[in-house]
């Protein structure tokens, strides 16, 4: 149980295209979803905190307009980055927490997303 | 002081050996306590949850809490080259606005060696 999915697993696109990565919790259904980023040796470093049917709540330093989230129903959110550049490169990971059997005590993570911005 | 500590090693151990991974914290509103494995290049998986003081045993695994320390432990028995990867703890408080977010140390590599 508690299984969380991540769709590309890898992306290689231009410099100024946009990239949308979908994040879905296939067992349970996830009321929080979080968005995290991770470089090379590093921890996570948590981007946003999204609650199904709400606005992203952004973390400090995070542009909300480069990273668009959306969390339209209770087992899908999306983070899109807009207008991508080399620098956006990077490891964007997922995690889910919700209610039922599973997935209500603590977060689920995604398999990550590899973006790569040539 | 950092909210919670983790030695980043890495730390190499022969097969068979007993590992013990530690953080240490600063916030005594942590309640709840975690441990991620995280293989390169996939994302974490939920090794061990536990909440307040007290010890879990999973397998091979055995989570530690001592609250009065704010000390928290992992230990691996029989290690495997497979028990190899870079190890997570993390820990939020009880309740209250954004709880469910967590506070990661910054993780402990191992490496099992065969």
């Known amino acids: 149980g508690a299984v969380v999915s991540q769709h590309p697993s890898r992306v290689i696109c231009k410099s100024g295209t946009s990239v949308k990565i979908e994040c879905r919790s296939l067992?349970?259904?996830?009321?929080?979803m979080f968005w995290y980023r991770q470089f090379p040796k590093k921890s996570l470093m948590l981007m946003a905190t999204?609650?199904?049917?709400?606005?992203?709540?952004?973390e400090q330093g995070v542009e909300k307009d480069k990273f668009l989230i959306n969390h339209a129903s209770l087992t899908l959110s999306t983070l899109t980055v807009t207008s991508a550049h080399p620098e956006d490169s990077s490891f964007y990971i997922c995690s889910a927490r919700g209610t039922g059997l599973a997935g209500s005590d603590t977060q689920y993570f995604g398999p990550g997303t590899r973006l790569t911005v040539l | 002081q950092k909210e919670v500590e983790q030695d980043p090693g890495p730390l190499s151990v022969p097969e068979g050996a007993i590992v013990s991974l530690n953080c240490t914290y600063s916030n005594s509103a942590f309640q709840y306590f975690m441990w991620y494995r995280q293989y390169s290049r996939k994302g974490p998986e939920l090794l061990m949850y536990t909440y307040s003081s007290g010890n879990k045993e999973d397998g091979r695994f055995t989570a530690q809490v001592d609250k009065s320390s704010k000390y928290i432990s992992l230990f691996i028995r029989d290690s495997q080259p497979s028990d190899s990867a870079t190890y997570l703890c993390?820990?939020?408080?009880?309740?209250?606005?954004?709880?469910?977010?967590?506070?990661f140390g910054k993780g402990t590599k191992l490496s099992v060696i065969p």
């Open positions: 993390a820990m939020r408080p009880y309740s209250g606005a954004g709880s469910y977010q967590l506070t």
């Open positions: 999204s609650n199904e049917g709400s606005k992203a709540t952004y």
């Open positions: 067992d349970f259904q996830a009321t929080t």
